[in-house]
Nanobody, 123 residues
Framework: QVQLVESGGGLVQAGGSLRLSCAAS????????LGWFRQAPGKEREFVAG???????TYIDSVKGRFAISRDNAKKTMYLQMNSLKPEDTAVYYC?????????????????WGQGTQVTVSS
């Protein structure tokens, strides 16, 4: 079992930056694939970025070059550095964990979720 708690969301102007954190409980943090998802009003939850147990990272095209995912297994924490934010990045951001090598881009296939943190980007 692992519990996930996100922090770092907020209101920022377009072009600004935010850093999201996802703190985990449990003893086997390093054995999980991790990722960030987001859900905008009226839309389905979508994959944003993932980082595997071997630190291989993947991103959706719309955030490549702007977002960076990382993990610190000693601190049991995952991060999402978001730069050059756009209004279309506005959403509730969720961290997720999957008992396996990497996160799945399909939300239903992942095992654990945080409660979400709101990110609002004003134009």
């Amino acid at each position: 079992q692992v519990q996930l708690v996100e922090s770092g969301g907020g209101l920022v102007q377009a072009g600004g930056s935010l850093r999201l954190s996802c703190a985990a409980s449990g003893r086997t943090f390093s054995s999980y694939g991790l990722g960030w998802f987001r859900q905008a009003p009226g839309k389905e939850r979508e994959f944003v970025a993932g980082i595997s147990r071997s630190l291989l990272s993947t991103y959706i095209d719309s955030v490549k070059g702007r977002f960076a995912i990382s993990r610190d297994n000693a601190k049991k924490t995952m991060y999402l550095q978001m730069n050059s934010l756009k209004p279309e990045d506005t959403a509730v951001y969720y961290c997720a964990a999957r008992d396996g090598w990497s996160i799945s881009r399909a939300p239903v296939e992942n095992d654990y979720w945080g409660q979400g943190t709101q990110v609002t980007v004003s134009s």
